[in-house]
């Protein structure tokens, strides 16, 4: 929709008469969001950055430092937490690389209305358990190199290098499953002292990310009731009554740097959240459980057992990103508090007064045609099927067909009209994207159905779209030599 003629201050105050809300909302002291960008067509920077505003977000963490994304933040005085990924940790055990990476993308933007960097994230979550070690060698280093260059660069007092850490990094004896008795995970603990140790002497907070519904994912014997904030049968720890994982969860990290000498220190949760869809306890019904439990409780300060008082925390996430990694789990495409769009998902209160309403979503979101992609019901040869939507799955985002999902009530046609469809989008509606060997057709009608979406992409000057339609060819001319 086109704005023209009418001022954003103007836009806002109808807003306000509209839904009663005002676009400048104070959110809830130290909170942030996350901004991840793994998405086959992202909204342009500078229009994320506007909806951040317009909600009173001030601070967000982002996985890189993409000159796009800060130009867009230049001058909007948001705190940043920029990032190195886990695949230059190595690169940044040099020295001289590291300083060139802090001159790059922190020095570059340390002026007058430029960038507010407060922290450099170095790697993401480096140690967890699945990686199997492949960054335990590189991570000290590459954050001892990082605060050097930043404390060389006279940066070192207003910008804190930090390593987002997952909440696997620290656990209680099987013998003694408590807060009280947080340790550092055994294979790591030597390494994780020396990063304690250093974070401390550079007055640099420790970051965790923790994420309650990873308790109950794939865990049906796990309370339900204890992944959120409203009531549970408590765990009683030392006469401290748990009543919910993020608190239990927060306290065994208290415990585990206590057991380092360090009980004191700061703590950040960069990622904290709720997934909306691809799994039977994603939804958003649950989401808006979760923060409703979670605003709350930062807006009160309530803190925790062991650390009372407010904890900086960022939301996870932003945005859905349909081209993230589900090796995970299909819900990891589902995290935003807006969708893949910038249209909010359901009423949330950033505030913390329990005042839920829709956020304000992206202003001046072009889309593409009016057009889906469909199962040709007039195919006659069907053997083919299976192969097509599974490369149209492989090519494109399906995690909502998924067992529990928005989508898994679809009959097979529509199982296969979703995944013709998704694939579509992702190639920009390209005529030759919606052939599959004849079994799919274009519709202008809309097919999506009670819970399940059928989407139209947004128009992107930057969108990733896998494979090309040679691609698509090839199966084309292949399939029928294979089966």
Same mark, same amino acid.
């Given at each position: 929709m086109k704005t023209s003629g009418v001022s954003r201050r103007n836009m806002c105050l109808w807003r306000f008469v509209l839904v009663g809300c005002l676009c400048y909302s104070v959110v809830v002291d130290g909170l942030g969001v996350n901004w991840g960008t793994m998405a086959t067509h992202k909204l342009p920077p500078k229009t994320v950055v506007q909806m951040l505003k317009d909600n009173g977000i001030k601070k967000v963490k982002l996985f890189d430092a993409d000159s796009s994304t800060m130009s867009a933040l230049a001058g909007s005085d948001i705190e940043v937490m920029i990032a190195i990924p886990n695949d230059q940790l190595a690169a940044m055990n040099d020295y001289d690389r590291a300083k &060139?990476?802090?001159?790059?993308?922190?020095?570059?933007?340390?002026?007058?209305?430029?960038?507010?960097?407060?922290?450099?994230?170095?790697?993401?979550?480096?140690? +967890?358990?699945?990686?199997?070690?492949?960054?335990? $060698?590189?991570?000290?280093?590459?954050?001892?190199?990082?605060?050097?260059?930043?404390?060389?660069?006279?940066?070192?007092?207003?910008?804190?290098?930090?390593?987002?850490?997952?909440?696997?990094?620290? $656990?209680?004896? @099987?013998?003694?499953?408590?807060?009280?008795?947080?340790?550092? %995970?055994?294979?790591?603990?030597?390494?994780?002292?020396?990063? @304690?140790?250093?974070?401390?002497?550079?007055?640099?907070?420790?970051?965790?990310?923790?994420?309650?519904?990873?308790?109950?994912?794939?865990?049906?014997?796990?309370?339900?009731?204890?992944?959120?904030?409203?009531?549970?049968?408590?765990? @009683?720890?030392?006469?401290? &009554?748990?009543?919910?994982?993020?608190?239990?969860?927060?306290?065994?990290? @208290?415990?585990?740097?206590?057991?380092?000498?360090?009980?004191?220190?700061?703590?950040?949760?960069?990622?904290?959240?709720?997934?909306?869809?691809?799994?039977?306890?994603?939804?958003?019904?649950?989401?808006?459980?979760?923060? $409703?439990?979670?605003?709350?409780?930062?807006?009160?300060?309530?803190?925790?057992?062991?650390?009372?008082?407010?904890?900086?925390?960022? +939301?996870?996430?932003?945005?859905?990103?349909?081209?993230?990694?589900?090796?995970?789990?299909?819900?990891?495409?589902?995290?935003?508090?807006? %969708?893949?769009?910038? &249209?909010?998902?359901?009423?949330?209160?950033?505030?913390?007064?329990?005042?839920?309403? +829709?956020?304000?979503?992206?202003?001046?979101?072009?889309?593409?045609?009016?057009?889906?992609?469909?199962?040709?019901?007039?195919?006659?040869? +069907?053997s083919k099927l299976a192969d097509n939507i599974n490369y149209a799955c492989t090519f494109s985002d399906c995690t909502s067909l998924e067992y529990g999902s928005s989508c898994n009530g679809l009959d097979a046609n529509g199982n296969a009209s979703y995944a013709f469809n998704m694939y579509y989008q992702v190639q920009n509606q390209n005529d030759m994207a919606c052939n599959f060997q004849g079994l799919a057709m274009v519709t202008t009608q809309n097919l999506s159905t009670g819970t399940c979406d059928f989407m139209i992409q947004i128009v992107s000057s930057s969108s990733s779209l896998g494979p090309s339609l040679l691609g698509l060819a090839v199966l084309t001319l292949l399939t029928p030599l294979l089966l």
């Amino acid at each position: 929709m086109k704005t023209s003629g009418v001022s954003r201050r103007n836009m806002c105050l109808w807003r306000f008469v509209l839904v009663g809300c005002l676009c400048y909302s104070v959110v809830v002291d130290g909170l942030g969001v996350n901004w991840g960008t793994m998405a086959t067509h992202k909204l342009p920077p500078k229009t994320v950055v506007q909806m951040l505003k317009d909600n009173g977000i001030k601070k967000v963490k982002l996985f890189d430092a993409d000159s796009s994304t800060m130009s867009a933040l230049a001058g909007s005085d948001i705190e940043v937490m920029i990032a190195i990924p886990n695949d230059q940790l190595a690169a940044m055990n040099d020295y001289d690389r590291a300083k &060139q990476w802090v001159n790059r993308n922190v020095t570059r933007y340390n002026f007058n209305g430029g960038v507010n960097i407060k922290y450099v994230a170095v790697g993401n979550e480096p140690f +967890l358990s699945s990686y199997n070690g492949s960054f335990i $060698n590189t991570t000290f280093p590459a954050l001892q190199n990082i605060q050097n260059a930043l404390n060389e660069a006279r940066l070192g007092d207003s910008i804190k290098a930090t390593v987002p850490l997952n909440a696997d990094v620290y $656990n209680s004896p @099987v013998n003694n499953p408590v807060p009280s008795a947080g340790q550092f %995970r055994s294979d790591i603990s030597g390494i994780m002292a020396q990063i @304690v140790n250093f974070l401390s002497k550079n007055n640099a907070p420790f970051t965790v990310n923790i994420y309650p519904f990873l308790s109950l994912y794939g865990n049906d014997n796990f309370p339900v009731n204890y992944a959120f904030f409203d009531g549970a049968t408590p765990i @009683v720890d030392n006469g401290i &009554q748990y009543t919910n994982v993020f608190d239990a969860n927060f306290d065994t990290l @208290v415990s585990a740097l206590k057991s380092v000498g360090h009980g004191d220190m700061t703590i950040l949760v960069g990622e904290v959240g709720w997934p909306t869809d691809g799994d039977k306890n994603a939804n958003i019904g649950n989401a808006y459980r979760f923060y $409703n439990g979670l605003l709350p409780r930062l807006a009160a300060n309530t803190g925790t057992p062991l650390r009372p008082g407010s904890i900086e925390v960022y +939301l996870f996430s932003l945005i859905d990103e349909d081209a993230k990694s589900i090796a995970p789990g299909s819900f990891e495409r589902h995290w935003g508090i807006f %969708r893949y769009d910038g &249209q909010p998902k359901f009423g949330i209160d950033l505030t913390g007064q329990g005042q839920n309403r +829709l956020l304000i979503g992206a202003q001046n979101v072009q889309y593409l045609s009016q057009r889906w992609c469909m199962f040709n019901p007039n195919a006659k040869d +069907l053997s083919k099927l299976a192969d097509n939507i599974n490369y149209a799955c492989t090519f494109s985002d399906c995690t909502s067909l998924e067992y529990g999902s928005s989508c898994n009530g679809l009959d097979a046609n529509g199982n296969a009209s979703y995944a013709f469809n998704m694939y579509y989008q992702v190639q920009n509606q390209n005529d030759m994207a919606c052939n599959f060997q004849g079994l799919a057709m274009v519709t202008t009608q809309n097919l999506s159905t009670g819970t399940c979406d059928f989407m139209i992409q947004i128009v992107s000057s930057s969108s990733s779209l896998g494979p090309s339609l040679l691609g698509l060819a090839v199966l084309t001319l292949l399939t029928p030599l294979l089966l």
